[in-house]
């Protein structure tokens, strides 16, 4: 039995997926087998996929004929692994080369079902590149410490993403924790995979560099017509969980609270700069945010720390459309010819979230 089973779903990557390989075949540690899945590629991903195979036993190539959901690809994958662990990789991203070293090492020395590491987000806009660390304090945590904790990881983004931990496979089975069929369906696994963890190690380092865009792409500024409705679908999940965990103080609720105001920022701001949307349906986008009961309640109840926020979220509480606009425009201009500038407060922010 391998110790890592490593999964890589791959669509139309071809310009990144040689690297994304690279990056696993060239680590430290090699006790690990590596699936890859052709997920329906239709340009030259699936030749390079098929000639690294070629070369190394431990991967195993698995294929989709039509492109499916990434969390179907997962599951199919998963099925199959016969690791101790499962370590997921996107096909676009790359990751420090002792990686699986070090955050195996973590998970044994602490039998930990759950490790978590920091990671890289990198940035390409306006032809400037930046880059900043999501990089947490080391620590091991029991259940009842978890659960007392978990919200300023969350709020952090460390407990959403897929690409910076370890899992216990035996856990995964043991639980029936699957990827739910739609999109945007990594909040959903990793709140499905805590709700009962027992030993949680945090790594104090970070590995794995997440493209969030790239010459010749405008990520930030696509907005999946789905946002709102999957943003507000993440936010029950993670309340549910804290629900069940019976960790309701005040300080957690708001730090919950202050996480979910500033995701709704983050939609008006997308919604009204979405140059894909007519007048009428960002519109229509920006009231569903406005009336949502759920945004209602945490406008009212939230007392964020940061100055920008609170000034941010006044346009919502006061359901004011023409404030809503002016807020989501100037966050977009910033976004667009300040990348640099911007995301690197973003570092600072991140950062000082500890």
Same mark, same amino acid.
């Given at each position: 039995?391998?110790?890592?089973?490593?999964?890589?779903?791959?669509?139309?990557?071809?310009?990144?997926?040689?690297?994304?390989?690279?990056?696993?075949?060239?680590?430290?540690? +090699?006790?690990?087998?590596?699936?890859?899945?052709?997920?329906?590629?239709? *340009?030259?991903?699936?030749?390079?996929?098929?000639?690294?195979?070629?070369?190394?036993?431990?991967?195993?190539?698995?294929?989709?004929?039509?492109?499916?959901?990434?969390?179907?690809?997962?599951?199919?994958?998963?099925?199959?692994?016969?690791?101790?662990?499962? $370590?997921?990789?996107?096909? *676009?991203?790359?990751?420090?080369?002792?990686?699986?070293?070090?955050?195996?090492?973590?998970?044994?020395?602490?039998?930990?079902? $759950?490790?978590?590491?920091?990671?890289?987000?990198?940035?390409?806009? #306006?032809?400037?590149?930046?880059? $900043?660390?999501?990089?947490?304090?080391?620590?091991?945590?029991?259940?009842?410490?978890? +659960?007392?904790?978990?919200?300023?990881?969350?709020?952090?983004?460390?407990?959403?993403?897929?690409?910076?931990?370890?899992?216990?496979? #035996?856990?995964?089975?043991?639980?029936?924790?699957?990827?739910?069929?739609?999109?945007?369906?990594?909040?959903?696994?990793?709140?499905?995979?805590?709700?009962?963890?027992?030993?949680?190690?945090?790594?104090?380092?970070?590995?794995?560099?997440?493209?969030?865009?790239?010459?010749?792409?405008?990520?930030?500024? &696509?907005?999946?017509?789905?946002?709102?409705?999957?943003?507000?679908?993440?936010?029950?999940?993670?309340?549910? &969980?804290?629900?069940?965990?019976?960790?309701?103080?005040?300080?957690?609720?708001?730090?919950?609270?202050?996480?979910?105001?500033? +995701?709704?920022?983050?939609?008006?701001?997308?919604?009204?700069?979405?140059?894909?949307?007519?007048?009428?349906?960002?519109?229509?986008?920006?009231?569903?945010?406005?009336?949502?009961?759920?945004?209602?309640?945490?406008?009212?109840?939230?007392?964020?720390?940061?100055?920008?926020?609170?000034?941010?979220?006044?346009?919502?509480?006061?359901?004011?459309?023409?404030?809503?606009?002016?807020?989501?425009?100037?966050?977009?201009?910033? %976004? %667009?010819?300040?990348?640099?500038?911007?995301?690197?407060?973003?570092?600072?922010?991140? #950062?000082?979230?500890?």
């Amino acid at each position: 039995m391998p110790a890592i089973s490593v999964v890589m779903p791959v669509y139309n990557t071809e310009k990144y997926v040689a690297k994304a390989i690279e990056c696993i075949l060239n680590q430290t540690f +090699r006790d690990y087998e590596f699936l890859i899945i052709d997920n329906g590629c239709t *340009d030259g991903s699936s030749r390079i996929i098929q000639e690294y195979a070629a070369k190394d036993s431990r991967i195993r190539v698995l294929r989709n004929e039509e492109n499916v959901f990434i969390a179907l690809a997962r599951n199919m994958a998963m099925d199959q692994c016969t690791g101790e662990y499962l $370590y997921l990789i996107d096909s *676009d991203d790359t990751a420090e080369l002792d990686m699986l070293e070090k955050m195996y090492a973590a998970a044994k020395r602490t039998n930990a079902q $759950y490790v978590v590491a920091g990671y890289y987000m990198e940035y390409y806009q #306006q032809g400037i590149a930046a880059s $900043y660390e999501n990089r947490p304090d080391e620590h091991f945590y029991n259940q009842a410490e978890f +659960r007392a904790n978990a919200a300023k990881y969350l709020t952090r983004t460390l407990l959403t993403v897929p690409w910076n931990k370890l899992y216990s496979l #035996q856990y995964i089975r043991e639980h029936n924790i699957r990827f739910r069929n739609t999109k945007l369906e990594d909040h959903h696994f990793n709140m499905d995979f805590i709700y009962d963890v027992e030993r949680v190690y945090i790594m104090g380092e970070s590995f794995y560099h997440y493209n969030r865009s790239r010459p010749g792409t405008d990520s930030q500024e &696509v907005y999946h017509k789905f946002l709102n409705q999957k943003k507000r679908e993440h936010f029950r999940h993670t309340m549910d &969980v804290f629900a069940h965990w019976g960790v309701n103080d005040p300080q957690t609720i708001n730090t919950l609270y202050v996480y979910q105001a500033g +995701r709704l920022v983050e939609c008006v701001a997308e919604t009204v700069c979405n140059p894909t949307f007519t007048p009428e349906q960002r519109d229509s986008e920006l009231e569903l945010i406005l009336k949502d009961p759920m945004t209602v309640t945490i406008l009212h109840d939230v007392h964020p720390d940061s100055l920008a926020l609170q000034i941010c979220i006044l346009p919502l509480k006061w359901k004011c459309r023409w404030l809503c606009f002016l807020m989501g425009h100037t966050i977009g201009f910033a %976004k %667009k010819h300040f990348s640099y500038l911007f995301y690197k407060l973003r570092s600072w922010v991140a #950062q000082k979230a500890r």
